[in-house]
């Protein structure tokens, strides 16, 4: 009798213990399916996003929507916000597409950034218009139409898009107004056009947060763009027009974070109290790659994300993608290519890691 008492409790222990084993063990699997991209990102207070094409976003032959919507909290439209895309002839707006795109980010607790309502490309048949009157209409309704169709959908508004355009001979002005982008834009609306667009925003939408965004002003020492760009980001923000700078980041990897004052070019835009985003980011390398290739990437990934994260005003880090399969890079880098998380048959890549790991870290 004593034996089988003791039995009984041998069993009891066993299985209790193997009961807890299987928690732990289903405890673990479902931390690890819980530990996406988003979810770390958010735990720490933070978007993180990604440019999606509409094609195949709505395509049912592809985990690509799947993957976005698991792994990202903030989307852009990669092209379809554009000019061209939004208003195809004058005063005639084509939504379809744009609405079904924000009804997906929608759907799933995403943010959104508007992406663009002004820039010197892809503005479609406003880019002939050669009449200061006319294109003044036409971006103020531009703005009016857009912004408000979608406020209270749209929080992050990119209001202008790369106006800086360092200009060799007038090297020797260190007034922004002078490197302003002579685009059709100023051509017609002289150099205030870049406020006008913002304080036609601001008034479009009071509510909506307004963002300069360009490319190649990441460095912080003896970088002309890096610094007309600030000031033209100063110039706003002292006017009250502006929230935020968007760093397009389209890099490769002879970018160093460290050496090139990274840091401290973000700490001046904080120090004026502006938001902080990178807003494009992909970092290119020569294809066909390798590992080497791969786990140089993956660390200037780390590198330009540990940077940004230890800045308290960086909001969010968007990516122009997030499968080799669908980049620009291969278009526009004659030889470059890979230059994003996922490789073309969705796998995760050493810089999906490498985000992960900053993520966790912060
Ligand atoms: C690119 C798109 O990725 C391409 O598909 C399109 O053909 C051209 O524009 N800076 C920007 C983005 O602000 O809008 C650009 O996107 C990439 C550079």
Redesign the pocket.
Known sequence: MKYIYFLFIVMVLLTSCASELTTSASGNSSAESTETLRNIASQKGIYIGSAVADTPLFSKTEPYSNIFVKEFNMMVA??EMKFEYLQTSSNVFYWFIADRMVNVALANNMQIRG??LLWHN?SGWASSVNNPAALSNILSNHIFTVMRRYSNKIAYWDVV??AIEVNNSMVNSSNFYDHLRKSFWWTNLGSNYVEYAFQLARAADPTAKLFY?D?GIERYNNNPKAFYAYQLVSNLKAKGLIDGVGF?M?IDTNFKPFENGFELNLKRYSDIGVEIQIT?MDVRIPVPANSTLYSLQANTYREVLSIALSNSNFTAIVF?GFTDKYS?IPDFFSGFGDALLFNTSYQKKPSYDAVMEVLKNK
Do not use: G, L, S
Request: cysteine-free; overall charge negative.
């Open positions: 990669e092209n992406h663009a892809q898009n790369e965004n490319y397009q389209h494009e122009w620009w």
